[in-house]
């Protein structure tokens, strides 16, 4: 079972900020967090992970509170192409083969 | 990240018969995967193919319904034996690089009629 919560469905308007809350209240101390998204049913794309630490690359933020048991994403300037299933995933990394266990996602709709 | 891709992209076939998925990615990797994401639902791993050993399964999946070869570093197949209807799924493989991120191909669209 997947060890996130998140909300089912999201709508942002075009140009806006994107915030994507994730639970992972039972999450372990040597556990990543990572956000995939999934735009109509073509293969996951990875957009960002973190430990503990903010992060932040080209496509998005990372928020992580300090015990660590949520996280938002921010995709700082929707366009409507950020129309997808996003996933948050927690994930032990660096001991070998690691699975992927993913939930249901947030939808978010991107509205012109 | 990795280039990775997959044939065919998408197939129609007849129940009782098999297709046979693959993965090609750009560059050498020690850890493949697969997965399957039926019709509005959530992707769910298959199995994990490893270059040099056999694959390994998860509950629910077994090796004679989805036979899977991993003959060098850069490929892999998925095979879907005996298909019904309700082995119509996208089948995705996905790549493991030394950054412990995973990559993911374009999927494998499977109808089965």
């Known amino acids: 079972d997947a060890k996130t919560t998140q909300p089912p469905s999201m709508d942002c308007a075009e140009g806006r900020a994107a915030n994507l809350p994730c639970n992972h209240s039972?999450?372990?101390?040597?556990?990543?967090v990572y956000w995939y998204r999934q735009i109509h049913s073509q293969g996951p794309q990875y957009i960002i992970h973190g430990l503990k630490n903010n992060e932040t690359n080209e496509m998005a933020s990372l928020i992580i509170t300090e015990d660590r048991k949520s996280s938002t994403l921010i995709l700082p300037h929707a366009t409507l192409r950020d129309t997808a299933v996003y996933y948050c995933?927690?994930?032990?990394?660096?001991?070998?083969?690691?699975?992927?266990?993913f939930g249901q996602g947030t939808r978010l709709t991107i509205n012109p | 990240s990795a280039v990775i891709s997959q044939k065919p992209s998408r197939d129609i076939c007849q129940r009782g018969t098999s297709l046979t998925i693959q993965c090609q990615v750009d560059?050498?990797?020690?850890?493949m995967f697969w997965y399957r994401q039926q019709p509005g639902q959530s992707l769910t791993l298959i199995a994990t193919a490893n270059q040099g050993s056999e694959a390994t399964y998860e509950s629910g999946f077994v090796i004679d319904k989805f036979p899977i070869s991993r003959p060098n570093l850069t490929f892999s197949t998925l095979t879907v034996s005996n298909m019904s209807p309700e082995d119509s799924s996208i089948y995705l493989c996905?790549?493991?690089?030394?950054?412990?991120?995973?990559?993911f191909g374009p999927g494998t669209r499977l109808t089965v009629l």
């Open positions: 996905s790549v493991q690089l030394t950054s412990d991120t995973q990559y």
């Open positions: 039972t999450i372990s101390g040597n556990e990543y």
């Open positions: 560059s050498q990797v020690t850890m």
């Open positions: 995933i927690v994930r032990v990394a660096g001991k070998g083969a690691q699975k992927l266990v």
